[in-house]
Each structure stands twice: as C-alpha cells, then as structure tokens.
C-alpha cells in the first residue's frame, strides 16, 4: 500500500504470482493428467503442423492422422520388443534347469568347505531366525495382504486416469489453437508478445530436454551393447536396450543388473567376466555423469555448469526427482527472464 493510499500494481503482481505458486502446489495432483495430456500435445503438435503444410488443410483430420500413425508406430514397436523379450524368457525357461543345477552344485561345494563347528553354529541361528519369523508372520502377511489389496484396488483408478489422460491427450490435439486463444484472452493485449515469448521458450526448452535425454540414453545403449558383445554375453542387443531404460534411474540403474551378475560370476570364479561387468557399470555411470549436463547445456541453450548447478541444487532439496525438476525450472527462469521478468539487479 503506498502512501495516498492506492494499491502498488507492482505488488498486485507479486501477490497474485504467489497466490498461483500456492494454489498450483496444492492443485497439481488433481491437474496432472491434463498437465500429461497438454504436454503430449505440446509435443505432437510439430508434426501436425507439418502434416498439414504436407496439403492437410483440415486441422481435425492433420491431428487424427498423426495421432493414428504414433499410435501404430507406438503398436508396432511394441509388439516386436514385447514378442522379442517373450521368445527370450521362453529360452531362459528351457535354460533353467541346468542354472538352478550349477547353482546347486555351486551350494554344495560351498557348504562341503565350511567347518563344522562354523555350520553348526549357522544353523542355530538359521533356526532361531526362522522361529522369531514364523512368531512375526500373521502380522507380516497381514501387512503384506493389505499392500496386495491396496495395490489392487488403485489399479481400477490408473486404469481410469490413463484412458482420461488420453481422452485429453486427443481433444487438447484436436483443439490445440482455440485453446490457445482462449487462453490469450485472460491476459490484455499488450501481454500476448510477452507471452509468445515465454510459450515458445518453454517449447524448445522442452524440445531440447527430451532430445537430449533422447541423445544420452542412445550414447549409453551403444556404450552397454559394445561393453556386452566384448564380454560375449547373449541377448546382448535386448540386455542394451533394458540397461539403458534403467539407467535412466539415479542412483539404481543399470547397476540394479550389472552388480549382482557381476559378483555372481565372480563368486563362480569368471574372474575375467566379473571384472568386466563392473568396468561396464563403472564406464556408463562416469559416462552419463559426465555427458548429461554438456548435452543438455547444448539442447537447452545453456551452459554445463548452470545445468550442473540446477541438477546438484535440485537433489539437494527434492532427492532424485530433484535432478529432472532442477533443469526444468531453470528452463521456466530462463523463458520469463526472456520476457522481461525477473530483470533486478543487486545494488551496493
């Protein structure tokens, strides 16, 4: 409030940002699926476009065709990964009698070299151990049966968010340019340059975090296939291709796989085998450490150590989701700065 009394339009703005910061945080859950759904379209909306300077004048018919081929293509690529993983687990089923064989021989031998006295006294506290479970176990299946019945009954709602975000996900496509405009129209007019700004900084943004994420899960999916075929490991483009999803995941990642066989082998003694099993973790968790903030530097227009920076500060406050919203923020900073937002400057 100023001093004749009149509202500063300065602080009206700051009060209804923080207004929209609160609310945002506490309607997100609800706003997801069509937050989802509006990204998709975001998304797909290049290639509607392009569909329709192709000679598609129909907006409706541009989106459906686009649409319907990454639905067959989606289909498509999935029905081969699928029947691909299928006839693999069929091999490994006709394969696991002579595992879980060399595994038993492989306990026996273990078991044959212990001491006595050292057996013994591992067997008491096998049998204490297994009393003091079976003491525990009503409540631990009781536990576990209500996480089952849980889990169960949510499926019913995931099934029904995700057709709803779908559903979304078509109209928004179908509608995307009306929307658009109806959104313009909560803003006055000399706000829509503003606006175009910060939306088409927000899209290659967006473009540019996903092709860079694209780009680094292609480099270590090659690393991982090259790694696997040195140590002759079968299956080894289907093993590349799963290790590279995982190791989209921080901090578990390809190594959920890659460290258990390893000490695996290096128990049966493939000594060379083992090692090289590590090497390969070692090599894609430096890779990705390394490469992730160049190459997303470079798709978002940023440098490597303000995408560094927003990556470390963005797990230090948030864990591992931390590292995806870090960056994304700074994209959001980088739009509204571009706009003309957030122009202060310190003062001494």
């Known amino acids: 409030m100023s001093g004749n009394g009149v509202w500063n339009p300065s602080w009206t703005r700051w009060v209804w940002g923080l207004a929209l910061v609160i609310g945002g945080y506490f309607l997100f859950p609800y706003f997801l699926p069509f937050l989802i759904a509006l990204l998709l379209a975001v998304l797909i909306e290049p290639l509607i476009q392009a569909i329709q300077k192709m000679g598609v ?4 018919a541009a989106a459906w065709i686009a649409i319907g081929g990454l639905a067959l293509l989606l289909g498509a690529v999935t ?3 699928v029947a691909r993983i299928f006839v693999e687990l069929v091999e490994i089923y006709q394969k696991a009698p002579q595992y879980i064989s060399d595994l038993e021989t492989w306990i026996s031998g273990w078991i044959q070299a212990i001491p006595p006295e050292t057996l013994n006294a591992v067997q008491e506290n096998f049998t204490r151990s297994l009393s003091g479970w079976l003491t525990n176990s009503n409540g631990l299946v009781g536990r576990s049966a209500s996480a089952f019945v849980n889990f169960a009954s949510a499926v019913p709602g995931m099934i029904i968010l ?3 975000t779908i559903l979304a996900f078509v109209l928004i496509s179908l509608h995307l340019p009306q929307l658009k405009a109806q959104f313009y129209r909560w803003f006055a007019p000399e706000s ?6 910060i939306i088409s900084e927000l899209n290659k943004g967006l473009i540019g975090y996903i092709r860079g994420q694209v780009l680094i899960s292609f480099i270590i999916f090659v690393l991982t296939l090259i790694g696997l075929l040195l140590l002759r490991v079968p299956y080894a483009l289907a093993l590349a291709a799963v290790l590279a999803v995982l190791d989209f995941l921080p901090f578990l990642g390809s190594g959920l796989i ?3 066989w390893a000490i695996w082998v290096l128990v049966k003694e ?3 085998f083992g090692i090289g099993l590590i090497v390969l973790y070692v090599a894609i968790t430096l890779l990705r ?6 190459v997303l530097g470079d798709s978002l227009g940023m440098s490597t150590l303000t995408i560094l920076i927003s990556m470390v500060l963005g797990f230090s406050f948030m864990g591992v989701l931390g590292l995806l919203v870090g960056p994304a923020l ?17 003062r001494l």
């Not at 829509?192 to 700004?197: N, Y």
């Not at 450490?289 to 160049?294: L, T, V, W």
């Open 330 to 346: 700074v994209v959001v900073y980088k739009a509204f700065r571009k706009a003309g937002f957030f122009q202060f400057q310190i």
């Open 258 to 260: 890659l460290i258990p």
């Open 57 to 60: 004048k129909s907006r409706v």
């Open 192 to 197: 829509h340059e503003k606006l175009d700004i």
């Open 79 to 81: 029905y081969f990964v």
């Open 270 to 272: 493939q000594i060379f």
């Open 289 to 294: 450490r390394i490469i992730e903030p160049k």
């Open 162 to 164: 995700s057709l709803l």
